[in-house]
């Protein structure tokens, strides 16, 4: 059996509903729902629909004006980054939420 495919061709018969679902494959209703959900759940590692959709949604924006976010790569020494850690953990936040925290309160003292 090929596993090459014509994607591009198939992609086309989707869109024009020239595919025809195998005999007794077919979910409608409830059923197509929990199907939908568990599969969902399964792909993106998660345990409850709520983790699931907001992995498959990804990262929401920093800001309400939806602007782009960058990414900063910073290297920090073993010992510093557990402190942070241990800080952020004490103070229920993300590291990166705690990072921003601290490099937005440095640039406002410093600006």
Excluded: C, F
């Amino acid at each position: 059996m090929s596993t090459e495919h014509d994607w591009d061709a198939l992609a086309e018969k989707a869109e024009a509903g020239a595919l025809a679902s195998l005999e007794g494959t077919a979910l409608q209703g409830a059923d197509a729902a929990r199907d939908a959900r568990e599969t969902l759940m399964a792909v993106t590692g998660t345990d409850t629909i709520e983790e699931a959709t907001k992995v498959a949604l990804g990262r929401p924006p920093l800001d309400a004006e939806r602007r782009e976010n960058v990414t900063w790569k910073v290297r920090a020494p073993a010992q510093l980054d557990d402190l942070v850690a241990d800080i952020a953990r004490r103070e229920g936040k993300t590291l990166s939420a705690l990072i921003r925290d601290a490099v937005a309160d440095y640039a406002r003292a410093h600006a």
